[in-house]
């Protein structure tokens, strides 16, 4: 049976897609073959006629699985702001519905081990009425929660943990991201939240200079206990 996870983060520009990838290149470590999916994803250029997210293009290249773009991707809007705002720019509609259908349908032909990343925060707007929340819920996805390590993640943590349970789903595991290599106070700040939190820390990924970005997604995978998360 497949294992499927729901990527979140406790804010934007917190190494989720990242993370998303060491997760899967760890899964193939082990033995499994990998997919991802980015339902929406703003800040797209055009790349051979088509619109196309680095972010989505990444997890494309880091999953074994042969998906095409467009369907890792099925939302792709091309300003790099809120996704309803994009959505809104582009005369388009993002339904959680609509969402929830590709997901699904992706999610069926992926591989053994899949991921699913959001946009943004939790919260995020995906039109006037949902949010990316809503998505998950309708998925029914336990949450890998990646949190990135710089001032105020602990609070952004906490708050980030009370709403997903609040939306009665799951929280799989955290990975403890560190983007900031001179983040004052590091490892009080992870224990901070790892004796606050009832679910597992998969992964302190240490800084890395993201020169070669395969090799340091590579890097990060060495990181991850996927034990603890398949048990």
């Given amino acids: ?3 499927n996870y729901f990527i979140a983060g406790t804010d934007t520009s917190v190494g989720k897609t990242f993370i998303a990838c060491a997760l899967m290149k760890a899964a193939q470590k082990a033995g499994l073959t990998t997919a991802a999916i980015k339902p929406v994803a703003a800040g797209c250029k ?53 969402l929830t259908g ?38 029914r996805l336990p949450v890998i929660l990646v949190v990135g ?26 990975v403890a991201n560190c983007i900031d290599p001179n983040m004052p106070a590091l490892q009080e700040n992870i224990d901070s939240i790892e004796t606050r939190l009832a679910f597992p820390l998969l992964a302190k990924v240490d800084f890395i200079d993201q020169g070669e970005l395969i090799d340091s997604i590579e890097q990060a995978a060495e990181q991850i206990d996927l034990k603890r998360l398949l048990g």
Avoid at 50 to 68: F, H, R
Avoid at 110 to 132: D, S
Avoid at 150 to 174: F, K, S, Y
Wanted: hydrophobic share 45%; proline share 3%.
């Fill in 1 to 3: 049976m497949a294992k």
């Fill in 46 to 98: 055009l790349l051979d006629g088509e619109l196309k997210n680095d972010d989505a293009v990444l997890l494309q290249q880091c999953m074994s699985k042969g998906l095409d773009y467009e369907v890792v991707n099925p939302v792709a809007l091309e300003p790099a702001i809120a996704p309803h705002i994009a959505a809104q720019k582009a005369g388009k509609n993002i339904t959680v519905s609509r």
């Fill in 102 to 139: 590709y997901c699904r349908g992706t999610l069926m032909c992926a591989g053994q081990f899949n991921v699913v990343e959001g946009a943004g925060g939790w919260r995020v707007p995906l039109n006037n009425r949902e949010t990316m929340a809503d998505l998950v819920k309708e998925l």
């Fill in 149 to 174: 390590m710089r001032l105020g993640c602990i609070n952004h943590t906490l708050l980030t943990v009370e709403a997903i349970l609040r939306d009665g789903l799951q929280i799989a595991g955290w």
